[in-house]
Every structure is written in C-alpha cells, then in structure tokens.
C-alpha cells in the first residue's frame, strides 16, 4: 500500500465520515490530488489542494458507470475509500425500537449501505486494469445501521440498553 497517495478517490464525499476524511487528506498530503464523489456535488466543501467532483447515485448502476467513465483516462489511483451510508433523510428517521421497523425504510438502507457500494465497489474494480487496482477501504455502514443490523459479517456491536 502507497504510504504517500498521490491520486485519492473518495465516494460519499459529502457525508460526515467522507468530508473529514477529504479534509484529513488535503492537510496531510498537500501534493494530492483528490477524486470526490457525491449525490450533491455543490455541498462539497473548498479545499486548499485539486480535486475532480463527480456526482453519483448509489441507487442506479447507469449512474455509477458514468461517474466512472469521467475518471481520467488511466487514473492510477492509490487508494479508494468508500464512505457512504444513509441512516435517515427527512422522511425515514433513524429505527429505535423493532416496534418502528418498516419495510420501506429496512429495503433503502439496505439499498444505499450494503447493494449500492458493493455495485459501486465491484464496477470501480472491473474498470481499473489489474496493475493499477488500489486498495480498497470500506466504511459504508453508519454505526446506528449496523447495531440495527446486528453483527454482520462478524462485526461485534454494542448490545442497545433495555428499553
């Protein structure tokens, strides 16, 4: 793994992990030039190094295609970080008790925290050739989505206090 990254792609740049995470970089490697991906790409914040914003939609393959295809031809990228989630918007709040479990909510957190990254994860892998594969780093499950979830994939969680 590249101890000093020159060329860092970051999906679900807008969201809170994802914004610090840009931000962490841009203070540690002043030299790097930065990839950002996000559903709004106006709410990206300015940093003080070059970066190539690109919209993308975790919930539509054709979209994440695109964004990939608006990558630099042969952009040797030397890490790739997934920092997506979705816990709530302003429709669906987060799930407290399993008395608030709804279908709809369950099928577009498991849409946008585990189908979407693993489409997004796997058309990113197929578009770089074999030589130029980065690693990759996953953080797409907000801490809340996964207690919800339980211990997926073996990931310990916090038992929720009685209620």
């Given amino acids: 793994m590249t101890t000093t990254p020159r060329k860092v792609l970051v999906a679900g740049a807008s969201g809170g992990i994802g914004q610090a995470f840009c931000e962490q970089l841009a203070a540690q490697f002043p030299d790097i030039q930065l990839i950002r ?69 369950l099928l577009r957190s498991y849409a946008l ?10 058309t990113c892998w197929q578009s770089l050739t074999p030589n130029t594969r980065p690693p990759l780093a996953f953080y797409p499950l907000a801490s809340a989505a996964l207690a919800t979830t339980g211990s997926a994939a073996g990931i310990p969680t916090v038992p929720a206090k009685p209620r």
């Avoid at 709004?40 to 539509?60: S, Y």
């Avoid at 630099?72 to 987060?94: M, N, R, S, Y």
């Avoid at 925290?113 to 796997?122: D, H, L, Q, Y």
Wanted: glycine share 2%; charged share 25%; aromatic share 8%.
């Fill in 37 to 105: 991906l996000a559903r709004n790409t106006a709410a990206l914040p300015v940093l003080n190094i070059p970066t190539q914003d690109l919209r993308f939609d975790l919930t539509d393959e054709a979209n994440i295609i695109s964004a990939l295809q608006a990558l630099p031809d042969k952009a040797e990228l030397d890490w790739v970080f997934i920092a997506t989630g979705w816990l709530h918007d302003d429709t669906l709040q987060p799930e407290k008790t399993w008395r608030s479990l709804d279908a709809d909510h």
């Fill in 113 to 122: 925290n585990a189908v979407g990254p693993r489409c997004w994860s796997n």
